[in-house]
């Protein structure tokens, strides 16, 4: 069974901290990508990783930045955390090779930043 | 960019009937898909149709998709309780580079028992 798993399920943390989420998959995919969900705004795009050492901006990427070390493992830095940024997080992967579908996702971190 | 949306933006009925859910998006696309979210937790993939197929099942569920008017509906039948939850439509663009999904907003599903 394929599984995305996600550092903590619960996060606190205080403004101007710096924050590691980190995700992990155990399907040997190409593609991870990690996303936040408001109310009312769906889920956005932040940055998105097709590779080892490979990472693409998504569409709010600002105050946001990515480490892809090892191909299963795609983690998002919150440099110095503000309180726009409490938000439910969550990580996705996918393949690339032969058929391209289905997207499979962690269970999310909901941050609360203080 | 949201290509997907969804409509309504919130849906309530009764255990046992009928619940539609559509999807409206802007551009041409490989596949599109329906994903379902639990309250706090995170994405469970539905069902996928591809840009060739007009109409899909999967248990209860029946998707169908116009590619001429570029949308989606999902059919939920016989829905139960435990349908209650937001459910989201992906598209898979030709032209995206990276092989991003775009989502939209969402419908949020709530089956009175």
């Known amino acids: 069974d394929v599984k995305v798993t996600q550092s903590s399920r619960y996060l606190v943390k205080r403004t101007g901290e710096k924050v590691f989420l980190e995700c992990v998959q155990d399907?040997?995919?190409?593609?991870m990508f990690w996303y936040r969900q408001d109310p009312g705004l769906g889920l956005r795009l932040i940055y998105f990783?097709?590779?080892?050492?490979?990472?693409e901006k998504g569409d709010i990427p600002e105050g946001y930045s990515v480490s892809r070390e090892k191909k299963e493992r795609f983690s998002l830095i919150l440099e110095s955390a503000s309180t726009n940024q409490t938000s439910m997080y969550l990580c996705?992967?996918?393949?690339?090779?032969?058929?391209?579908?289905?997207?499979?996702f962690g269970p999310g971190t909901r941050l609360t930043v203080l | 960019s949201q290509q997907g949306e969804e409509d309504p933006q919130a849906l309530s009925i009764q255990e046992g009937e009928n619940a539609t859910m559509n999807c409206s998006y802007k551009?041409?696309?490989?596949?599109l898909q329906w994903y379902r979210q639990n309250s706090g937790r995170g994405l469970v993939h539905l069902i996928l149709?591809?840009?060739?197929?007009r109409e899909k099942h999967s248990g209860r569920l029946r998707v169908t998709l116009d590619t001429s008017k570029k949308s989606s509906s999902l059919l939920i039948t016989a829905s139960r309780a435990a349908d209650t939850a937001s459910y989201f439509c992906?598209?898979?663009?030709?032209?995206?580079?990276?092989?991003?999904?775009?989502f939209g907003a969402g419908t949020i599903l709530r089956v009175k028992s």
């Open positions: 996705a992967s996918r393949r690339t090779s032969g058929r391209v579908d289905t997207q499979y």
């Open positions: 149709i591809r840009s060739n197929e």
């Open positions: 992906a598209t898979d663009p030709t032209m995206e580079y990276g092989n991003k999904l775009v």
């Open positions: 399907m040997d995919h190409e593609n």
């Open positions: 551009t041409s696309i490989n596949n």
């Open positions: 990783s097709y590779d080892v050492k490979m990472k």
